[in-house]
């Protein structure tokens, strides 16, 4: 009986993995990519649930920090009524607007934006406008806090579930929180005049990986996306035991017959590189599968050269051979003339990105 459960899973899980590549496998024509993309978008509508209603974003810039080749601007705005992000905006120095921007979500680290500033940095240092925010739970969003301000359940994933349980009871879905807040500082982004908004990127790994994917999904102004150590497929994971927080499973989606590669279809044919590590946990042989999946719909689409795969040697994270070959695939989509290789980097104090 322990495995009961668990191989009752699996094989549901695997069931559902069947039907979806059944209708990848129907594919034949270009007609039926594009009526595949135009689905699966629709699908993934049903899972996240409506989007609330755009509303003021009153940001404020905090203050500047001035360093050399980019500035750092820390800003705060309201991605829903009194609801606040906390961000750092990187913008290249001495370079002419309008420039490509990106937006960068961060993983799991505790310190939010500040733990996960190289991404944003290196794109400053590459000559792109970076706009890293803070998760809901982590960095300066805690919202569990104790006396002296710090998560009394620990911040990050302690606090994830315990936010996306509640709301599941009520039928919400916490990753339509986390994606929300990714729309809306896409808005912020856009605000800027050095922005260009015909070459508009994200980027993230781990939980950061999980944003960017249903940004794909869900962002139709997004121009181009490096989601990095999440992708795989729902089968690996269940396969795996693998846990993970409340927002990285999508209400539905296996009724739907979404996988995690249908993000990334309704993106098509944008350009997007899987970043995936060999010693990940997240199963590299899903991150191969879904790309495989996603050359042959790109194919039909007339563009295979926009998807791409990097497959790199290391544990779970974003480390920089990792984040230089997504700078050089946004180089290869945006025209910037910057050779991809990361100059080293500046360790900001989280006092300083507050």
């Not at 059944?22 to 509508?45: L, N, P």
């Not at 269940?238 to 979404?258: H, K, M, S």
């Not at 990334?264 to 590189?273: L, N, S």
Request: aromatic content about 10%.
């Amino acid at each position: 009986f322990p495995r009961m459960r668990q191989d009752w899973l699996v094989d549901q899980v695997r069931a559902a993995e069947a039907r979806g590549n059944a209708r990848r496998d129907a594919q034949k024509t270009k007609a039926d990519a594009e009526a595949y993309v135009k689905s699966v978008q629709e699908q993934i509508r049903q899972s996240f649930g409506p989007l609330p209603e755009k509303t003021p974003l009153n940001a404020k810039v905090t203050g500047v920090v001035e360093r050399d080749g980019y500035r750092i601007e820390n800003v705060i705005f309201e991605s829903r009524p009194g609801y606040m992000v906390t961000g750092n905006l990187y913008v290249p120095a001495g370079r002419k607007s309008p420039m490509p921007g990106v937006v960068c979500l961060c993983g799991h680290s505790l310190n939010g934006k500040a733990g996960e500033a190289s991404s944003a940095q290196g794109l400053a240092r590459q000559g792109y406008v970076a706009f890293i925010i803070d998760p809901v739970g982590q960095g300066e969003r805690f919202q569990y806090p104790d006396e002296s301000l710090k998560s009394r359940l620990g911040g990050g994933t302690w606090e994830h579930l315990q936010m996306g349980n509640h709301q599941a009871l009520i039928g919400e879905f916490l990753g339509t929180w986390f994606v929300w807040d990714g729309i809306r500082a896409l808005d912020y982004l856009l605000t800027r005049e050095e922005v260009d908004p015909k070459h508009v990127g994200m980027t993230g790994a781990s939980g950061g990986g999980t944003q960017t994917t249903w940004l794909c999904g869900l962002e139709p102004r997004f121009t181009m996306a490096a989601p990095a150590c999440f992708v795989t497929t729902f089968r690996r994971n269940a396969e795996n035991e693998l846990p993970a927080d409340t927002e990285q499973y999508p209400p539905r989606a296996l009724a739907l017959g979404l996988d995690l590669s249908d993000f990334f279809a309704a993106m098509a044919p944008k350009p997007v590189i899987i970043v995936a590590e060999e010693k990940d946990f997240f199963d590299v042989r899903g991150a191969t599968e879904t790309y495989e999946r996603l050359k042959r719909l790109y194919t039909l689409l007339g563009r295979p050269e926009n998807i791409q795969l990097y497959l790199g040697p290391d544990q779970h994270g974003y480390p920089r051979q990792a984040r230089e070959a997504m700078y050089k695939f946004f180089n290869k989509m945006t025209g910037v003339a910057a050779t991809g290789a990361e100059p080293a980097l500046t360790v900001e104090k989280d006092e300083t990105l507050w």
